[in-house]
């Protein structure tokens, strides 16, 4: 499947709009995700805009809310609309009359000082898909408290399985607002049930999204360890947090770079590739001898192979290394940095990376492309995020 | 031999109670996606999370599984008598009844054993798929290509079918045949590289987060798919490929990479847990009483601030010039951390978060899953974690979803199925095979 739809199909949000307020790059990143799929997303924001657009990275040496890479990022194909505060509730009431889903984003008592009642507009408004996406959620001790990306991520428990080997040092954050995103993620599915069960009612209702609970659900095999087995998992370096430590699954190569690879000594099939391209290459020492290739014996000299394993990678490229252990059939992995990734040469041939006019400076800029393709119908072309009051003011 | 038969026998003895036990009798769904059945060939992590979504919805997902190559969360060591385990220090004959992680992922769903190297297993599949009109997989590439089960032969057997393949690469470009997991993904993906202190190796996800993920995108595509398709009548096939669901994760930098020219290899990046952007600190976590204990503090502004000194007993560091204001405190972060840690490390976690919080400081303990599961108050008041029971598990609680609708109801009707559980009820009265057919089938091994 090549990926780009030429059914004459429109995305599936298309006729839809969305009114979206929203102070955080969780609430931004869901109502993107309408956007990107045909919803018209009008993101209302007070005069001086939006937080997020006050966040680095800025394009380019240049300043103020048009420039925040932040911003660009999580606000593609919507519309920018500027009510003040004071009259955001009397405004919101016009605009929901006609619009299909309404994004909130902040917390209870912003809410409050904004007039806004939830239910209320609910009722007004029946075929209206409200979607409180908050920290905590809209109830319960915790549901004023302060947030951060950072913060909600310990909470939820990811943070604790991420971090290195050497306990002394603290669990360490995953990069980038992830926090963020698995609330969005969820976020998403919420919409989409809502959306489902309009269809199926022609009702809409009223969605309380808490990221602290969205968190909770992400940590894989953290909880289910908790569930069956009764005991926490341990942090270790880039690799899963388990209940004892494991041996390292990532080893530098040459250019300093890594590659990620868990060696299973119990996986005969993948044992016999690997010894069998390090002695090719001249570095299986004794591991082509009978007795390794019992499960047993290897287990029992698991340090050794280990070390072998790194001399192994330490003298390859690791570029390099990755596609031919790939090409041999191993699952294996480079540790991509960012700028790496516009050189890959499968992205390419998927075109995932996608030009996006700016209008500023930057002028056109690569931005990711699309995270689900179809066969059906394409995500819109996608439109820088707009500049403040773009679409209006008040 | 004896050991051998009283297991078999055993596990004999649960298919007669869940046989006999009317509360896991497959029954009609409600919910948004009632009268969605799926045929459901996924397996492992990714494919299961998604199809989870659907089956709480309330479509009837038929996992279909192999009884000579069970799904590895069937035979992992998370279970309840396991202990203290790594989940790749398996048993030899795991009992595929008891796994933890198995029943996790496939609540709600109906579960089948299909021989696919009979050919008669295969045409159970295409009549199974012909009264289907979602099927999902997440194979490694090529294996629905080797039963001949593509979209466009997919499209012969059932109207506007959509087909969700959920893989790492995606399914054209010159790496779609490689082979991949969460771990993989993270890394190729870059989430790994910007994960970690600067000067060290990365440190990573402790977790396969992009199965997980993944497994949301998926779900996302699905429901999208079937809200296209009822209102235009129209299937499609899904291509989500998890490498580029990572990248569009990264964030921010990867736009002051394409638009700014930035390279972070080489560099002090990324920081650990302090943020380059915008200017917060002190940010990062922080030593607690007690061994591996610990508390995330993020200070936006100086009200924040303000609140941290109090609380900490250190408003002498608020006359300090160094950390007089936002900018500089992010510059001195060094000598800021070492304050801070030592300020904490003698205060209780939970306690030190709740009374940062009360200050409107951004604060949460580091909490582990028992904290999250049996302690948290906030948790417990959404009612996030649901029990069910099982006929072989017994007991468990279960991860529900993170949202609370006011309208729609999401139906947790019962736990995992045991392996070729529903077989009788799939075969007799999905593909109305009768009861001597459905027997032969079983003598015969081809279910």
Redo the contacts between chains.
Sequence with gaps: ???VAE?G?KP?YTGLKAIELAED?GGEFLGR?LAE?GAEVTKVEPPQGSPTR????F??GQEGPDAS??F??YNTDKRSLVVAPEATAARLADLLADADVLIVSLQPARQAALGLDLNAI?AANPKLIVVSMTP??L?????D????????I???????????DD?A??????????AY???A??????V??????R???G?G??????M???N??????????????????Q??????????M?QP??F?CADGS???Y?L?L?DQHSWKILVGWMDEMGMAAMLTEPEFSDVVHRQQHMGEIQELVECFFLIQDGHEA?LEG?KR??????????????ED???R??A??VPVD?GTV?GT?????????????SAVPKQRAPRLGEHGGT | MNTMSSKAAERAAAYEAAAADPARRPRPSHGPLTGIRVADFCWMGVGACATRILADLGAEVIRIEDRNRLDMPRRLPINKTAGARAYGDEDPDPDPNAGGLFNNYNRNKLGITINMRDPRGQELCRRLISVSSVVTENFAPGVMERWNLTYDRVRELTPEPIMARMSGYGHSGPHADFKSYGPVVQAVSGLSYISGLPGREPSGWGLSYMDNMAAFYNGAALLMAIYHRNNTGKGTEIDVSAVEAGIGLLGPIMLDVTANGRKTRGTAYPLGNRIEHPHAAPHGVYPARGEDRWVAIAVFDDAQWQGLVAELGHLDWAADPRFAAQDARHANQDALDALVGAATAQRDRHDLMHRLQARGVPASAVQTSEDVVDHDPQIAQAGLFVELDHPVIGPAKFEGMPMQFSRTKVDYWRSAPLLGEDNRYVMTEVLGLSDDEYEHYVAEGVL
């Excluded at chain 1, 993620?185 to 919420?190: E, L, Q, S, T, V």
């Excluded at chain 1, 942090?235 to 004892?244: D, E, G, I, K, L």
């Design positions: 499947m090549s990926g059914t199909q599936p790059v995700m799929m006050a966040i680095g990275p394009v380019q890479l932040n660009w990022y609910a905590y959620g109830t319960g001790p915790w549901k408290y302060a947030p951060s990306n950072l913060t909600a310990a909470g939820g428990g990811p943070l604790m399985m991420c971090g290195y306990h040092i603290p669990p360490v954050n995953p990069g980038g607002d992830q995103h698995t609330s993620a969820f976020g998403h599915i919420a989409l049930a809502a959306l489902l069960d269809q199926q009612t009702l209702q009223v969605i309380d999204l808490s602290h609970s969205a909770a659900l992400n940590t894989e095999l953290g909880n289910p360890y908790w569930f069956y087995n009764g005991v926490n998992v942090r270790q370096t880039c690799r899963h947090a388990q209940p004892v494991t699954a990532m530098q890594y590659v990620y868990t299973i119990a990755y790939q059939g191993l699952p294996i992995g480079i540790v991509n940095a960012p700028e790496e990734l516009l040469e499968h992205l041939e998927r995932f990376f700016t930057a800029v690569l931005f990711p492309g699309d995270s689900y393709r179809f066969s059906a119908f």
